[in-house]
DNA sequence: CTAATTTATCGAAACGTTTCGATAATATTG
DNA sequence: CAATATTATCGAAACGTTTCGATAAATTAG
């Protein structure tokens, strides 16, 4: 069925009513009789009529498009923990009738950074920042008095609602099935200590620990890598087994791509992994079920954070709810092949 | 610097002139002085001004989008093997101040399918397709008279330009080196053996074996599954493993999905890769590099596809080449681990 | 019954650009 | 020198909707 690029005054034409009564019929506002509204309806199908995106824009002052930023490195990672998160807001987005432009903004910021286009030219409604970013791109999209939506990452600002991860939630479960399993020698590597998931499953690793009575050994612990890139995994694990006395008979990974350059030091140097070591990552990236052995893993629903993340920013948008808002995703411990149960008995802390 | 929505009037009056004049300027179109040009060039600095996209598009009947079209299926696969080709539009439209609108149709077609909403509001200037997909789909773009691009399929139709996978190429290179490395008896596995790329692949696999005077046997081949899943892959390796008389030493898989089916049903029945069975799969996606062991396989350049098929659709969008063109992406054989080398001289066949 | 309120329909301005034709000045060609 | 072509600048219509206020009819309340 061809489109024959119909506009409102034909259709007004053919119904025998105004524009305005059509412009009234097609938006589902009030104040249109079921008589004249049938009549209209009846010729918009007729004439298959579809109003255009700009003109609506231009007479409403509205794009109908969601802005979605991260940093370029985020963009280009190999697992990809945030594509999910921008498909999750594409398929959401789709049933509020928004489409999703994505871009990305270098991770530091500089004088003469290049703003993304989609602000410069106002065509966006809202937008949804996923990940650790410079204060300043949150500024700029505050300054704009758009609506913003913050993914895994949070800022004490006015105005700014976030999509977390229950990060203390998925340490305290692999942790928790760790000691239920006999481990007590359990290790955590990290990088990027100062993004708050990474600082946030760090400290939910010590005080899960603390909490069980099980102390907090410094040589079982490397935090100190720029990122959570594989090798820095590979990094992090080999300064754990080199600097610890008693080797862990666990480690507590920041991220899956951590975790697998940890089983992937481990390897190499002769551990059996979950044979001497138990491993265990966070996130639940496609790799996780790819590696040998399967790493088990703190799942973190992705889609679902960049859906939610849609609805929060819609009603912000359509200033349904204006109150600043933190969610938290509950995240799952996934268990695949990798950790290893020592002894059914939860090991209790002789004192 | 906050932005104070100033409009083509306001830099019109700050730099003495018209508003057709500033558009001109604004636009970098001719016909306007230098003396000119510079006043207005510095009150559109002063005045921090940009064009808004929706009044543009209405006085101009673009949209200033691409649309990016894929199925269902292929949205939510595992293996980012679309999204990385989707990542790659974004990058290159970006540069050609052009944003991706992403969405999703239905595998098949009924009826009452619906149809992506930026073509029914004229939202898109043009339309790139990834992968197999309905013919109608490629009706309801051109019917709309709009440029379009296929990636990774294509279609005997005027007008409709591709950029395809040298899938030929690839084959070539994979049965090449296994033949070279003492390989004769060689496996194929595939799925979904309608879409085009994966049939070019069976070809090749055939026709290369032939050149080299290599017997394609039909009891190495199981190409019937309905689709090149993971598990697909497992079970059309079990079933070359069991009706094949001489086993093969190396198995070719479409995929790297089904490379990696393959290599869990040869792990789980006691083979061992590649000591037994090497293993080749297609694609290079990310879990390629996870695998255990590493797998070796044909790189496509997926985010290059992507950026070509952007240069090929900006071009039909600005009219600068109405030719319809295929443009074939060149492949790199990776060798990982999952390949050895039963003898290093190539086997000629004794006749 | 009358006044007040609600419902129904419409005309036209507005939204912010692009672009075409009008007008005039300048440059080039025969 | 005159005719023709090019360059420069502008006014206003157009693009296709939304929406506000005008006008009138119908309904409700006192």
Chains 1, 2 share one sequence.
Request: hydrophobic share 40%; glycine share 6%.
């Amino acid at each position: 069925m061809k489109n024959k690029k119909t506009t409102i005054k034909e259709v007004a034409k053919k119904a025998g009513v105004s524009i305005s009564t059509v412009s009234l019929v097609v938006n589902n506002l009030p104040y249109v009789s079921a008589e004249v509204r049938e009549k209209v309806t009846n010729a918009i199908k007729e004439l298959n009529f579809y109003p255009r995106r700009n003109a609506r824009g231009l007479a409403s002052k509205t794009s109908g498009n969601i802005g979605f930023i991260l940093t370029e490195n985020h963009f280009s990672q190999a697992e990809p923990f945030y594509t999910k998160i921008f498909l999750g807001t594409e398929f959401e987005a789709r049933k509020h009738r928004y489409y999703v432009l994505l871009t990305t903004v270098a991770p530091t910021r500089t004088e003469n950074e290049e703003i993304p286009r989609f602000l410069l030219e106002e065509n966006v409604d809202g937008v949804i920042i996923a990940g650790k970013i410079h204060q300043s791109w949150i500024e700029e999209v505050q300054n704009r008095n758009l609506p913003l939506v913050l993914i895994d990452f949070e800022v004490s600002r006015q105005g700014v609602s976030s999509v977390l991860i229950d990060n203390a939630e998925g340490i305290h479960k692999a942790v928790d099935y760790l000691t239920k399993s006999g481990h007590r020698e359990i290790g955590f590597i990290g990088g990027d200590i100062k993004h708050p998931s990474i600082k946030s499953r760090f400290t939910a690793y010590k005080q899960t620990l603390s909490e069980k009575g099980i102390e907090v050994r410094q040589d079982l612990i490397s935090i100190d890598q720029t990122d959570t890139a594989i090798e820095n995994g590979f990094v992090a694990a080999k300064k754990v087994m080199e600097i610890s006395g008693k080797k862990p008979t666990a480690i507590i990974a920041a991220n899956d791509a951590m975790a697998i350059g940890a089983i992937r030091f481990l390897k190499s140097s002769g551990y059996m992994v979950p044979k001497d070591v138990s491993v265990i990552g966070f996130d639940n990236v496609d790799a996780a079920e790819h590696v040998s052995p399967k790493l088990t893993t703190v799942h973190v629903p992705k889609e679902e954070m960049g859906a939610i993340a849609v609805k929060r920013l819609v009603e912000k948008i359509q200033k349904i709810d204006n109150v600043t808002m933190k969610t938290f995703v509950g995240v799952d411990l996934v268990l695949r092949d990798s950790t290893k149960v020592l002894s059914s008995k939860e090991v209790i802390p002789v004192k």
